[in-house]
């Protein structure tokens, strides 16, 4: 009788070829930070696809953050494409990241196309704000 093999643990939200729990869920949980402007654009995806308010509000700059993150009920967020970064890597105090988020609600394909922008704020990575190029 053959071994059946452990279930892989599903791939990341973000795009990224590792599980949840080694991308993703790692910065989530605190045990790592976003090193990029794209890794926090990413992480936040991730944490939209998860639901996760907490981080949303926790990786927003106290600027720009709204009191609550809210969720539309019937929306489920599919992938993610990075169409363009400038700037952000771990040199630099700014950066922007180009996407196209698409997702499906009520039965219907559809898609979000926006340039965010992000800051260092005491250290870390934050998202500023998003604009529709």
């Known amino acids: 009788m053959a071994k059946r093999r452990p279930a892989s643990p599903p791939p990341c939200p973000c795009g990224l070829p590792s599980s949840y729990r080694d991308c993703c869920g790692r910065v989530h949980r605190g045990q790592a930070a976003a090193s990029t402007a794209e890794q926090l ?15 949303l509000l926790r990786s927003w700059h106290p600027a720009t953050r709204p009191p609550v993150v809210g969720f539309e009920r019937g929306l489920r967020w599919r992938d993610l494409e990075i169409v363009a970064t400038t700037g952000g890597s771990p040199f630099h105090t700014e950066g922007t990241v ?3 988020a698409r997702y499906i609600q009520d ?9 965010s922008s992000f800051v ?3 250290g870390a990575w934050v998202y500023l704000k998003g604009t529709t190029p």
């Open 98 to 100: 180009e996407f196209r």
């Open 41 to 55: 654009m990413r992480s936040r995806f991730s944490a939209f696809v998860k639901q996760d308010a907490g981080y």
């Open 107 to 115: 039965g219907r394909d559809g898609e979000l196309h926006e340039l």
């Open 120 to 122: 260092r704020h005491e």
